[in-house]
């Protein structure tokens, strides 16, 4: 698992509400349903909250991906589970008709672990003593249809791949890191070698798109390896072979390291010139990828241009933002709508606000500018406290890791406002810090106010009128 995976689950009908440390410990007891909508099929059934979908048509329900490809027969049987009793509901229907349910979980078992040991896997390098959740390394392929997490297809059983194949989970996400069979075994930490191409090359035969990964680890898959695995995975693209389906893209992110690397594998970071260099050379790939595919196709993730010191790229460089969830474009997005909220901004609030944002020391150049803009704003009053990473050290920089020990001793030393606002992506199931702290017990020790918003300039600035209108500023 990288650091991007490991640092960053609302749906109607076959939708589910769910923490992530649910999903790492739960056994397996069917699809536990949160919600029947009104007036729908489920509800004229006699289903209700709680109930648990164990099978459709005699066959048993895994996750809601199963569930969602199964209810679009006319004719559904239903075993569900409630309480000590189990119960069937047979119903005639249109093919793609929804029963509307809700359910608490996208899984009903737990989920598929990793076995491999990549060189750069970020759960190696934490330190012993925290929560048995924290320390679980998922090589899902249903999470990865469902919410974009990267698989290296090594632990998947032919089964599923069938499953993939006939429920057209597509596009899946795969990580790569290299083609050469090798080379690749030897990052994912095996004795044997690990191709990759081959498994590509049947999803795409099946109607699958992927969307590749890249881990770069300076001295082992950059130069010609690197050359090598985006010339294979150029030649899977639809524009080479003619298929419907095809690897579309590829992410290339910096491996991150944390202080805690005792007895791994050695691994050096990319340095500001490294990054420099090799945002020099894949820009010279993609110009002969958009020649050849129509596509920039290799994409750079947002911290190689905060190693290198430059700006990240203008919209037009990620395209559709095809590997937005491998931090590809993240900033620019954030820029972008950041721009769009500060077009709109009123003369003056009406109370005035202070408040402390917090960030970690890779994103804070952007928030800082952001606030920079709010504060144009009569009445905003804001500073940006940007804290350094001590508990995992190393290169970890990113919001998404900050724990609360190290914003504690941050604003200690901050003139922190009355109100301090702590990004969403630094919480496990919405309350909780990595070093399990609650949200509840960090108010306690900073003794200010604090306010939980979604990394988005929208959610940021809709805080700050609701704090402006209240009074309680």
């Known amino acids: 698992m990288s650091l991007r995976a490991f640092a960053g689950y609302n749906h109607m009908d076959g939708g589910t509400q769910h923490t992530m440390s649910e999903l790492l410990l739960r056994s397996y007891n069917g699809l ?13 059934l006699g289903i209700r909250a709680g109930d648990a979908v164990l099978a459709i048509n005699g066959r048993r329900v895994m996750d809601t991906l199963d569930y969602r ?23 005639e229907k249109e093919p793609y008709d929804l029963l509307g349910l809700t359910f608490e979980n996208d899984l009903a078992d737990k989920i598929h672990t990793c076995n491999n040991k990549c060189v750069f896997c970020f759960i190696h390098q934490m330190p012993k003593g925290m929560r048995r959740s924290l320390y679980l390394m998922d090589d899902d392929f249903r999470l990865s249809f469902l919410h974009g997490n990267y698989v290296t297809l090594t632990n998947v059983t032919e089964e599923e791949f069938q499953r993939i194949l006939e429920q057209k989970l597509s596009p899946m996400y795969v990580s ?3 083609t050469d069979p090798d080379l690749r075994g030897h990052l994912l930490g095996k004795r044997e070698p690990a191709p990759i191409l081959p498994l590509l090359k049947r999803l795409h035969d099946g109607g699958i798109d992927v969307h590749a990964q890249i881990v770069l680890c300076p001295g082992w898959n950059d130069g010609s390896a690197l050359h090598q695995t985006l010339h294979d995975l150029a030649t899977l693209h639809p524009a080479i072979t003619g298929k419907r389906a095809g690897t579309l893209s590829v992410a ?14 050695p691994l050096a970071p990319p340095d500001r ?15 002969r990828f958009r020649a050849r595919l129509g596509t920039r196709f290799a994409f750079l993730s947002d911290e190689w241009f905060f190693l290198a010191g430059k700006p990240v790229p203008g919209r037009q460089y990620y395209e559709d933002f095809p590997q937005l969830e491998d931090g590809v474009g993240t900033v620019r997005l954030f820029l972008n709508r950041a721009y769009d909220v500060v077009r709109r901004l009123p003369a003056a609030v009406a109370q005035p606000v202070q408040m402390t944002l917090v960030t970690g020391e890779l994103p804070s150049a952007i928030i800082q500018r952001f606030a920079q803009m709010l504060e144009r704003v009569q009445g905003v009053e804001l500073n940006v406290c940007v804290v350094q990473n001590c508990f995992f050290g190393g290169t970890v920089n ?21 109100t301090v606002v702590l990004p969403a992506i630094c919480l496990r199931d919405g309350y909780l810090f990595l070093d ?17 918003v979604e990394p988005h300039p929208a959610q940021l600035w809709k805080a700050i009128r609701q704090m402006a209108s209240s009074g309680c500023a």
């Open 32 to 44: 536990v349903v949160r919600e029947v909508e009104p007036n729908s099929l489920a509800e004229d």
């Open 69 to 91: 490809f199964r209810i679009t027969e006319p004719q559904v049987e239903l075993t569900i589970q409630r309480g000590e009793q189990v119960l069937t509901f047979a119903v």
């Open 176 to 178: 790569v890191h290299a």
């Open 252 to 265: 290339i992110v910096p491996v991150g390291l944390t202080k805690f690397r005792q007895k791994l594998t």
């Open 273 to 287: 010139l490294y990054a420099q260099r090799f945002i020099r050379e894949v820009r010279s790939l993609e110009r």
């Open 398 to 418: 990113v919001a998404g890791l900050l724990t609360a020990q190290d914003i504690t001793a941050a604003l200690e030393r901050f003139p922190a406002h009355p």
């Open 436 to 452: 399990d702290v609650t949200v509840e017990q960090f108010e306690a020790q900073i003794q200010r106010r604090v306010l939980v």
